[in-house]
């Protein structure tokens, strides 16, 4: 079957500006993760979700960020009132349970 | 406070050479601990995992509890083991290591 996939694959925006990001897991998969990578950076974790709640968003880095999984499956990362700062690569992973982790390809986001 | 040091930014090898990438981490309990790999061109995967303590691709890691380390280790390098490699105790990612095999 398909693998993760994340829409938009690149996206730009002005400072100021509301974003929202998608995560289609792997179907069954019930852990669904959020991680942002800045340049020469390694991943760094957001908000990891099993089924539709929050298992742990310590790693949000302030309350302009958020994200849901209503239906236990798609995911929305939701940045209001973007900054230049907040450009980067977001990735999304899912797995089966705490399992492996499968990577999407990843939204580059730009903020102007 | 949760930390990784992946104190090589770049390693550079010759094929056939061995390779060491080094990992230290600073961890509150007893995290369970992945290396991570990214080709070029391609999606970050998981490489092994220190619970499955299985050999992947001829690599293998070590964790030495008393000195916080989980290195990994590859006796003979090959071309294709060119890629981004990111040690991570549990969810927090290291900085990562390029390594570079010279043929």
């Known amino acids: 079957g398909a693998g993760v996939s994340q829409t938009p694959s690149n996206k730009v925006t002005e400072k100021g500006k509301y974003v929202e990001l998608r995560c289609d897991p792997i179907s069954g998969h019930t852990a669904l993760y959020w991680y942002r990578q800045s340049l020469g950076q390694g991943p760094e974790f957001l908000i990891y979700f099993q089924g539709t709640g929050a298992a742990d968003d310590s790693g949000l880095p302030n309350d302009r960020f958020f994200a849901v999984r209503p239906e236990g499956s798609v995911s929305t990362l939701k940045i209001q009132r973007t900054e230049r700062g907040d450009s980067a690569v977001y990735l999304c992973a899912s797995s089966f349970d705490t399992g492996e982790q499968f990577f999407g390809p990843g939204t580059r986001l730009t903020v102007l | 406070a949760q930390r990784v040091t992946q104190p090589e930014k770049l390693l550079s090898v010759f094929k056939g050479a061995p390779v060491e990438l080094k990992c230290n981490y600073s961890?509150?309990?007893?995290?369970?601990l992945f290396w991570y790999v990214q080709y070029s061109r391609q999606r970050l995967q998981l490489l092994l995992r220190h619970i499955s303590r299985e050999s992947i691709k001829g690599f293998t890691a070590d964790l030495n509890k008393g000195e916080t380390s989980f290195h990994l280790k590859k006796p003979f390098a090959q071309e294709e083991d060119s890629a981004m490699y990111y040690c991570?105790?549990?969810?927090?990612f290291g900085k990562g290591t390029r390594l570079s095999v010279i043929a």
């Open positions: 991570a105790p549990s969810l927090v």
């Open positions: 961890y509150s309990g007893s995290p369970e």
